[in-house]
């Protein structure tokens, strides 16, 4: 094998572990967590190996670089420091920072694909939405058959799914928009286009139910300029029916098997709508309702909560300011609120510095690939809202695909 092939054999293994690592927390395979960070730490080393081990930055942007180099410096001794107050023993705040630090390792390794491997970076994005166009199939299926290795038949009540879902969801938001992004005939790629589709729905997650109405809404009305091929808005709007006529069907033969799952799945899926209807009532005309507020309680309250006990543990200014350590983190589940928590309001700057720096280094590489990379960045902040991105791989390596698609690309695609 020469070296470029086994440079891109590892590129893909680490992306397939990505795509069905939501499945392996219900399977038998999840004690083997740790293979993915060995593969990743392969990779590393042999990027490193690459460049002759020396650490190039291929962002020359300091303010991409620079909440890496906080998180390795001060992120490290703040978490080594205070391991005294982690709250659940099963959890590792080591293990929760070297995630972090894992995150944007990925963006960086990524970067490197064409130069190792002499293949286009569209063909490692054609391989990440094959795999999930895959996933998906697989996901529907075990819903219906109880494989072997998976250890729990059907584990989420109203969700069509055997993995993440809010983690699975998301990613495939990113293999949904960079298949938009990178084909040259959207009509040829219909099918794919509609299994990612389905796959997000079926999810059900609100999240996921908030980030695909946003994502075809700014398709449909700016689909034209942003990808630049004739009729995307008329294509994006007659597959979107072509979608709920799949849903139907769908739906229909899960209500022929098996009604009580899919009234469970209608009650989930109405219900996380009426919750993005009822916020953006209340954020944007101030409008309450009795059932909105009915769906605010719950999981809701209970990570409000988790965010103010963490609070309360702080002693002093300095403390708001740095953070300590990723031990107190561990009680939230938003992505702005474990950086606060973990890293301080600094690290908090940081990464809204490494936010703005990518966006500033895709201009660069001319106005479509800036609003291509504004899209990316929007599915990752609404992400954030309800995850700690920089804990989960999935959307770790996808992320990284899709960012590092933008900031390698050049101006001739705005031709």
């Given amino acids: ?28 395979f999840y004690s083997f967590s740790f293979v993915k960070e060995v593969v990743t730490l392969i990779l590393f080393l042999a990027v490193l190996n690459y460049n002759d081990f020396k650490i190039v930055n291929p ?100 969700r069509i799914s055997s993995g993440y879902p809010t983690s699975d969801s998301q990613s495939m938001l990113f293999a949904f928009i960079l298949l938009v992004f990178t084909v040259n005939s959207l009509k040829r790629y219909k099918i794919k286009f509609l299994i990612l589709s389905l796959g997000i729905v079926i999810q059900a997650t609100t999240t996921g139910v908030a980030t695909y109405v946003f994502l075809t809404s700014i398709l449909i009305v700016f689909g034209n300029y942003l990808v630049g091929k004739t009729g995307t808005r008329k294509n994006i709007i007659s597959w ?42 209340l954020k944007f005309f101030g409008v309450e309702s009795e059932i909105g507020n009915q769906l605010v309680t719950g999981t809701y309250i209970v990570r409000g909560n988790a965010v103010k006990e963490a609070m309360s543990a702080y002693n002093s200014f300095f403390e708001l300011l740095t953070g300590k350590g990723v031990a107190l983190a561990i009680l939230v589940e938003n992505q702005f609120s474990f950086i606060i928590r973990a890293y301080g309001y600094l690290g908090l700057c940081f990464y809204i510095l490494f936010i703005i720096g990518i966006l500033v280094k895709s201009r660069k590489n001319g106005t479509k690939l800036f609003w291509h990379m504004s899209i990316i960045v929007s599915i990752l902040l609404l992400t954030n809202v309800s995850q700690i991105t920089t804990y989960l791989y999935q959307i770790a390596v996808s992320f990284a695909l899709a960012m590092n698609y933008c900031l390698s690309r050049t101006k001739t695609i705005e031709n």
Avoid: C, W
């Fill in 59 to 158: 962002f020359k942007n300091f303010a991409v670089t620079s909440f890496t180099f906080y998180i390795l410096t001060v992120g490290t001794f703040l978490t080594i420091g205070y391991l005294n107050l982690v709250p659940n023993p099963k959890l590792s705040p080591i293990g929760m920072h070297v995630k972090t630090i894992e995150f944007f390792v990925i963006a960086y390794l990524f970067n490197f694909y064409e130069q190792m491997t002499n293949k286009t970076y569209e063909s490692l994005i054609s391989f990440f939405v094959n795999v999930y166009v895959v996933y998906i199939l697989f996901n529907i299926a075990s819903y219906f058959i109880h494989f072997p290795f998976i250890t729990e038949f059907r584990p989420y009540n109203g």
């Fill in 1 to 28: 094998m020469r070296k470029t092939e086994l440079f891109d054999f590892l590129f893909k293994t680490v992306i397939l572990l990505a795509v069905y690592d939501g499945i392996r927390h219900n399977s038998i």
């Fill in 240 to 281: 979107l029916y072509i979608l709920a006529t799949v849903t139907f069907i769908l739906l229909f033969l899960i209500a022929y098997i098996d009604k009580q799952t899919l009234d469970a799945f209608y009650v989930m899926i109405t219900s996380k709508s009426e919750f993005i209807i009822y916020y953006l009532k």
